[in-house]
């Protein structure tokens, strides 16, 4: 009996698996495109003849070349790329990457079967997901195939990838989804991990599952010779959707911004704020902007935002991101021990990028008397006009500098280098070394082992967490 359970099992799992693409592939190949790219790019006129030093044919070469070139334009040819795509609507939207695209003087889609060619024109790009929305002009409606949950696909689902891989055209594989929540580089990379073939050419070409529907857009992959080794990334259709509905209502992306830096919470910080864990985004610095208006401070720890419970800084970033601009959200954060609820009115991140916002010191009290000391591996020094005008800080930036740094020390070990300025230590300001010295003794008093220091390198700021044992 243990037999045929054992093989009744495996026939339902075999059963799970596609028997043949085949089905699916005729159904989706209609709304994939190829896409063709055309540049113009300066050409050099080509090698100078190799004419010895001193040779009395140097001047004859020298006075013919200037005087070819004399008046003429400067050689231009045309640089084609290939790269894949697909329809998103029936009156030609198309989604595609942006570096397929970036910088073309002409992009041509080419249809499968004998659709034909049309020219594409460029709606919208964002490069932060590298993604760009294109619109073909037709009078017949287009075939399209819609958008899947990316949420939804699991690690060991089958899926299939279409496109141009090597300008061969119209070329389907198949795999299955390898890992989820891939980082490459990019703030907003959410990617989608899969061993099925993806080559050059690829690039903006669709990410199926086994219903048609497009899970991701196929971006990159890792590989040591250009060639697929069965380890491709699609950026999820979770984040492709949002940035396309705001580039086909804008042609541009708008996300929020709430306007702080931050940084995660790693377990020596967690230890000198006496926390329970890491998860959250520590506030290190609130320049002007909507946080700021909104009440909030530096060493506010973020742990929930619009109703979204805060893993990481990158996890805030990708909420706030995906949050509407001019949107009121509460943000949950835990002050002095205690969880505070706070309104906040979202900004655009875009503008706010264009405006170059920095941060700087909010007092205007005049630095006391200078004095140096060394102190958990530092020597520091009180800050004078001297030291800032030398590290560029502006003129009533308080805080301690450090002057030199024990290489043997835990402040080496942590980062902390000649230059940094340390404003605050247990989460309350500095003006002078006796203000460390008090913080410190306090932290032993409290029994604990390590004291937190929030360090600002070239307006920069970040937490530390020093240990200080005597």
């Known amino acids: 009996m243990a037999a045929i359970v054992l093989a009744a099992t495996q026939l339902a799992t075999a059963q799970t698996r ?123 409606p287009l075939p399209f195939v819609p958008f899947g949950d990316s949420d939804a696909i699991r690690v060991g689902d089958w899926v299939m990838a279409m496109g141009n891989p090597l300008g061969q055209g119209f070329s389907i594989s198949a795999g299955i989804i390898s ?25 903006g ?69 006496e926390l329970d864990s890491t998860a959250g985004a520590l506030v290190t610095d609130v320049p002007d902007g909507p946080a700021k208006d909104g009440g909030m401070e530096a060493g506010d720890l973020i742990l929930s935002f619009a109703g979204q419970d805060v893993a990481d800084t990158r996890e805030l970033v990708r909420i706030v991101g995906n949050s509407g601009v001019g949107e009121t959200v509460r943000v949950v954060v835990l002050r002095d021990g205690q969880t505070q609820t706070l309104k906040v009115v979202l900004g655009r991140r875009e503008e706010a990028l264009a405006a170059d916002e920095s941060a700087g010191g909010d007092e205007d009290t005049p630095a006391p008397d200078v004095e140096q000391s060394t102190i958990l591996g530092l020597t520091l020094s009180e800050m004078t006009d001297e030291l800032r005008e030398e590290l560029g800080l502006d003129a009533g930036a308080e805080g301690l500098v450090v002057v030199a740094v024990e290489g043997d020390s835990q402040a080496a070990e942590k980062g902390i280098v000649e230059g940094d300025v340390i404003t605050e230590a247990g989460q309350q300001r500095l003006s002078s070394i006796s203000d460390l010295e008090e913080r410190i003794e306090a932290a032993r008093d409290g029994g604990r082992q390590s004291l937190l220091l929030l360090v600002r390198r070239g307006g920069d700021p970040r937490f530390v967490a020093l240990p200080v044992d005597e």
């Open 18 to 140: 596609p028997t043949s693409f085949a089905d699916l592939a005729e159904k989706v190949s209609p709304s994939v495109v190829n896409i063709t790219t055309a540049t113009v790019v300066s050409q050099d006129t080509g090698p100078s003849p190799m004419v010895p030093e001193g040779s009395p044919f140097e001047d004859f070469f020298r006075d013919f070349l200037e005087r070819d070139g004399e008046g003429q334009p400067p050689r231009t040819r045309r640089s084609s790329a290939l790269g894949s795509g697909f329809v998103i609507s029936e009156d030609g939207y198309i989604v595609t990457n942006n570096h397929v695209i970036e910088g073309a003087d002409e992009i041509v889609i080419e249809f499968f079967g004998d659709r034909g060619e049309l020219d594409a024109t460029v709606v919208g790009t964002d490069p932060n997901t590298d993604i760009a929305l294109l619109k073909v002009e037709t009078d017949e």
């Open 179 to 203: 890992a989820r929540g891939r980082e490459l580089q990019g703030t907003y990379d959410d990617f989608l991990q899969t061993d099925a073939a993806i080559n050059r050419g690829n690039s």
């Open 205 to 273: 070409g669709p990410l199926f599952n086994l219903d048609g529907q497009v899970v991701g857009v196929n971006t990159a992959i890792l590989s040591p010779n250009g060639g697929s080794i069965g380890i491709g990334f699609a950026m999820a259709s979770n984040v492709v959707t949002k940035v396309v509905d705001q580039l086909q209502e804008f042609g541009e992306t708008r996300r929020g911004w709430l306007g702080v830096r931050i940084q995660d919470v790693s377990p020596d910080v967690a230890e000198a704020m």
